[in-house]
Structures are given as structure tokens and as C-alpha cells.
């Protein structure tokens, strides 16, 4: 029985402009222990996708329509509070994109770092503190007395993406969400901080979802990936079989425009056009506007996400029928 099992999540924003299907019918599932990366350009639902999950949506002007998401047995989206409760923060725990925004900037990082254990764990102040010093270390923080009464703002962005790592992993969760948790740092303290995820995985035992937008650290983080497109996922496989055998033409498209897999002073490949307007209705494939496969019935009819593999599925009607 897998972890996490998720069924036709929909989840829509009804604004005065519209209603945006940042997420329409959004179906997967998560191993134990198993790593599933979700990739896409800005705007495809990776991140609206797992706050749903996190309940973590702001409503109005968010709804989740329909579906249900099961983690080891509690229906995540039609559970009660107190249910909600005891499992966000303990059992499924997360990281956030920007560290600043995400850290109270009036709070201690002592007093950020202890309140889960306070409020999950019931355990004294003393041990938490000395299990909070503990998990700084782990995360690579040097000096952790002092640096555990500094606020925020005293940290550099790194230092304050590996007190999140800390807050996350604090109460050693099942599932661990990791938002782009990359995005604002440089190379070299990126490396440190996916090296930091997955060694803390193998100690732990967790799940791992990891969203992102670079390809390249999905393919050496993840043992599984779902592309995502306008709210939808085109194409899911396991990591080594969708960067060998991609199906879908947005993958494809995505995986030309790595910039380490350009020819030496060529120019750089982009896909062409912009993702759609999920506001307004998509009557066929999301993609078929900037597609240079697509034909007439690409841009009529909608295409289901089929297995075409043991393991790999994608949403493509011409992949499906094998013209391309």
C-alpha cells in the first residue's frame, strides 16, 4: 500500500477575473522511502499540487473541487482539524521556496526550531532545545550556541535554507515536501543542500517530494519524476527511462533546453510560445499551441494519460498512436 495515494485533485481559484485550474485531475502515488520529483515551468500547479496536499491553500479564493489524498489511510483533503493537525508539521513535514518569507522575522530561530517538538512531541523545554542544537549541527551550521538566539535576518540565504531543512526534519516526518528548496542559492551551496536532503532520507527512512524546474537536479535527486504542464501531468516514469526515452514533446522540449546540453557557442533552445491561460477552457492538448507535432486532432480532443510502459504513462495522442 503506497504512502501517499492522490485521485483526481482539482483544485481551482475563483477570482473576479475567473476561475484558474491551477490543478485539473492531478493523480499519482508515493512509495515509502521513495523520492518523486514534479517538474515544470512557473505555473504549471507543482507547488498549488502539494499545498492542497498541506492544506495550505487560502480560501477564498482557492477551492479544492474535488479528489482525495490518502496518506497512510487519512483522507488529507476531507479530514478534521485535529486530524490535520497531527499529522502537518509531524508526519509530513515542509520545505518552502524562499527561506526569508518563511521564517518569522520577529522569532528566534530557538523559538521557530523548538515549536514543533513543543506542540507534537510534549516533551521539556530542555530537550528540545538540546535536540534542536543537535539537528543545526546535522545540517551543517557551525557555532549552533550562538547562532540558536539569532534571528533571521542574521543568517545568510543558505544558512537560513538549512535552518528550514532543520525545522522540517525536527520532528523526523514519513514524507518530506521540498519546494524549490534551491531556487535562490548558488551551485555550490545547492550541491551542499541536496546532498543535506538526501542523506537525512536515508537516515530517516522518508518519502521524498521534490518540486523544481531544473531537470538536471531531478535527474540526481529523484527516483521517479512527473512532468507537469497547465495544471496537468503529461508524462510520469522512472527517472533513467524519461530522460532516455522521453515520449511527450513538452519533456522533450524541456530536457533540449538544459543549457549544459547545448552545442558550444550555439544558441540556446526555448521552447517556443507561452503556457496557456488556464481561466479560460483548454478544449485538446495544453501544449498543442507551442507544439511542433501537434495537428487538428491534437487541438480538439484532450489526451488521456495512458501507460505505455510498465511504469511510464505519458498524455500525448501521437506518441500514443506512434507517429513520433
Known amino acids: 500500500?503506497?504512502?501517499?495515494?492522490?485521485?483526481d485533485l482539482r483544485t481551482h481559484f475563483h477570482t473576479r477575473s475567473g476561475v484558474y485550474r491551477a490543478v485539473d485531475g492531478v493523480s499519482f502515488s508515493l512509495e515509502r522511502g521513495e523520492t518523486?520529483?514534479?517538474?515544470?515551468?512557473?505555473?504549471?500547479?507543482?507547488?498549488?499540487?502539494?499545498?492542497?496536499?498541506?492544506?495550505?491553500?487560502?480560501?477564498?479564493?482557492?477551492?479544492i473541487e474535488s479528489g482525495t489524498a490518502f496518506f497512510d489511510g487519512v483522507d488529507l483533503l476531507h479530514c478534521?482539524?485535529?486530524?490535520?493537525?497531527?499529522?502537518?508539521?509531524?508526519?509530513?513535514?515542509m520545505i518552502f521556496q524562499d527561506p526569508m518569507t518563511s521564517l518569522n522575522p520577529y522569532l528566534r530561530i530557538s523559538t521557530q526550531l523548538i515549536e514543533p517538538l513543543l506542540i507534537h512531541?510534549?516533551?521539556?523545554?530542555?530537550?528540545?532545545?538540546?535536540?534542536?542544537l543537535e539537528m543545526l549541527e546535522s545540517v551543517g551550521l557551525h557555532?549552533?550556541?550562538?547562532?540558536?538566539?539569532?534571528?533571521?535576518?542574521?543568517?545568510?540565504?543558505?544558512?537560513?535554507?538549512?535552518?528550514?531543512?532543520?525545522m522540517a526534519l525536527i520532528t523526523r516526518p514519513e514524507l518530506l515536501i521540498a519546494d524549490e528548496p534551491t531556487t535562490a542559492l548558488d551551485v555550490t551551496v545547492?550541491?551542499?543542500?541536496?546532498?543535506?536532503?538526501?542523506?537525512?532520507?536515508?537516515?530517516?527512512?522518508m518519502a521524498v517530494i521534490f518540486i523544481t524546474h531544473d531537470l538536471a537536479v531531478a535527474s540526481g535527486l529523484c527516483d521517479r519524476v512527473q512532468v507537469m504542464y497547465a495544471g496537468r501531468i503529461v508524462e510520469t516514469a522512472a527517472t533513467q527511462t524519461l530522460f532516455e526515452q522521453p515520449r511527450h514533446p513538452y519533456t522533450r522540449g524541456l530536457q533540449r533546453s538544459i543549457p549544459a546540453l547545448q552545442p558550444k557557442g550555439a544558441e540556446l533552445y526555448t521552447i517556443p510560445g507561452l503556457p496557456p491561460d488556464v481561466s479560460k477552457p483548454?478544449?485538446?492538448?495544453?501544449?498543442?499551441?507551442?507544439?511542433?507535432?501537434?495537428?487538428?486532432?491534437?487541438?480538439?480532443?484532450?489526451?488521456?494519460?495512458?501507460?505505455?510502459?510498465?511504469?511510464?504513462?505519458?498524455?500525448?495522442l501521437r506518441a500514443q498512436a506512434g507517429e513520433i
Open 1 to 7: 500500500m503506497p504512502l501517499l495515494s492522490v485521485t
Open 36 to 63: 518523486l520529483g514534479i517538474v515544470g515551468e512557473s505555473g504549471s500547479g507543482k507547488s498549488v499540487t502539494c499545498y492542497s496536499l498541506m492544506g495550505l491553500i487560502p480560501q477564498p479564493p482557492g477551492r
Open 80 to 93: 478534521t482539524p485535529k486530524q490535520a493537525r497531527a499529522i502537518r508539521g509531524k508526519r509530513i513535514a
Open 121 to 132: 512531541e510534549k516533551i521539556t523545554r530542555a530537550a528540545a532545545k538540546k535536540r534542536a
Open 143 to 166: 557555532d549552533v550556541g550562538r547562532r540558536f538566539h539569532q534571528y533571521p535576518h542574521e543568517f545568510s540565504g543558505g544558512m537560513r535554507q538549512r535552518v528550514m531543512i532543520a
Open 190 to 205: 545547492q550541491a551542499q543542500i541536496l546532498e543535506l536532503i538526501k542523506a537525512r532520507q536515508q537516515e530517516l527512512g
Open 282 to 316: 483548454i478544449p485538446g492538448c495544453a501544449f498543442a499551441p507551442r507544439c511542433e507535432y501537434a495537428v487538428d486532432r491534437c487541438r480538439a480532443t484532450r489526451p488521456p494519460l495512458l501507460e505505455v510502459a510498465p511504469g511510464h504513462a505519458h498524455a500525448c
